[in-house]
């Protein structure tokens, strides 16, 4: 195994190297910030080409997993959804035939969390793989937003998106020299465009029914007036006390703009929407960064180029088709048929609020928030609550910082 720093600082962070850099432009701007989320396109992502892969989507998939499973050891966080399970059933599948060490499952979890517990499909999924490894971590509150895990990557990194980065950080401190595969990317992959029905009339050979027109209407609208009709329909962020009007506003017109933008066409969708977006290419840099930290190779295989452009060729304008059945017929009978078929999800939310966070709310003075776009009165009160809107954890991560400076020796 290839070492790289030596893994004594907090919550197992290396100490010595220089951190792996998120990109300045792949960083939450201030607004973005506000809601914990990146918005639009990335200008320094290029769409992906609509020529230049024959690929099937699982020749793509396997090429992608092959080059984790060539730099052992290969962990996969693995949380029992169907997502991370289908990259664990791939990787198995493609250790057996190439005669590679196994991939390792790796599991955060969480006893008393209910909402969060998932054993029973993650043994289902480990025991139909027959794998024999399988690191399960247990924590309590130190995966909390202002836990020492978390603390740590804020003084490395700073705020990254998304705001439970930290999630991963220590299987990547366990897959140390060698690599890890994730799941995300899954939703998007196997995601409808916003304007479907107008995309399966156009390109699918629906026939139009009665029920259709209104739909019917929208989709085929100017860009404009379907920006402004989903601003004025847009109630996400009326839900966020904490941001000021005028912020709440702007934020709700670009949002719109966003996803008005987005093509009628799944494949184009694919390569120009979703690839390039600032929502997977932050994510994506926060990801390589963590694993900087550790010498790790990591990817998402559901998320790779190569797998989205061989996607996008099979799906054409209308896509992949339902998600049970698109995995199905990409995995074959890796994984019993329950798990592609489940709806169920787990949340972890409740381990991101279970100590330290709450503490730092309670005595915050304010500091480390711009008063003109929050309402920091507001923002206290949501983050008095026993379980706070997860869109504000980034200004939570801000003003930590901001109080964290204060401490420096």
Do not use: Y
């Not at 202002?146 to 366990?174: D, I, K, S």
């Amino acid at each position: 195994m290839r070492a790289r720093a030596t893994l004594t600082g907090p919550a197992g962070s290396p100490v010595g190297d220089p951190p792996v850099a998120v990109p300045d432009r792949l960083r939450l701007t201030a607004a973005e910030e506000l809601w914990a989320i990146p918005m639009g396109l990335d200008g320094g992502t290029e769409p992906l080409s609509a020529i230049g892969t024959a690929l099937t989507p699982r020749a793509a998939l396997e090429q992608v997993v092959l080059a984790a499973l060539l730099r052992p050891p290969c962990l996969v966080s693995f949380s029992g959804g169907v997502d991370s399970s289908a990259v664990l059933a791939l990787a198995a599948d493609v250790a057996r035939r190439e005669g590679l060490a196994p991939p390792i499952p790796a599991t955060n979890r969480f006893p008393g969390l209910d909402e969060a517990d998932e054993s029973r499909w993650q043994e289902q999924v480990v025991t139909h793989l027959r794998l024999e490894d399988w690191i399960r971590l247990e924590w309590r509150d130190e995966l909390d937003m202002l836990g020492p895990t978390a603390t740590a990557v804020l003084e490395r990194h700073g705020v990254l998106a998304p705001f439970n980065a930290h999630f991963h950080h220590p299987l990547l401190a366990r897959a140390a020299g060698g690599s890890l595969l994730t799941g995300i990317g899954g939703d998007e992959l196997f995601g409808a465009v916003h304007r479907a029905t107008a995309g399966h009339v156009l390109f699918g050979g629906r026939r139009p029914r009665a029920g259709d027109l209104p739909a019917l209407a929208f989709g085929l609208a100017p860009r404009r007036l379907r920006t402004a009709v989903m601003a004025a329909r847009h109630r996400g962020f009326h839900g966020f006390a904490w941001i000021r009007h005028g912020a709440r506003r702007r934020l709700t017109w670009a949002d719109a703009a966003w996803d008005s933008g987005q093509p009628l066409r799944w494949d184009r969708s694919l390569r120009e929407w979703w690839w390039p977006s600032r929502m997977l290419q932050c994510c994506l840099a926060s990801m390589r960064a963590l694993a900087g930290d550790f010498d790790v190779h990591t990817d998402s295989p559901l998320a790779a180029p190569g797998v989205l452009a061989a996607c996008a060729r099979a799906g054409g304008a209308v896509g992949l088709g339902h998600r049970p059945r698109a995995l199905r017929g990409i995995l074959g009978d890796l994984l019993p048929d329950a798990v592609f078929g489940r709806a169920s999800k787990a949340s972890f939310n409740a381990a991101f609020w279970s100590g330290a966070a709450g503490e730092f709310a309670a005595r915050w003075d304010g500091r480390g928030v711009d008063p003109h776009s929050v309402d920091v009165a507001a923002l206290r009160a949501e983050w008095a609550k026993p379980r706070p809107d997860a869109h504000s954890f980034a200004l939570l991560h801000r003003a930590w910082l901001a109080s964290a400076a204060d401490r420096v020796v």
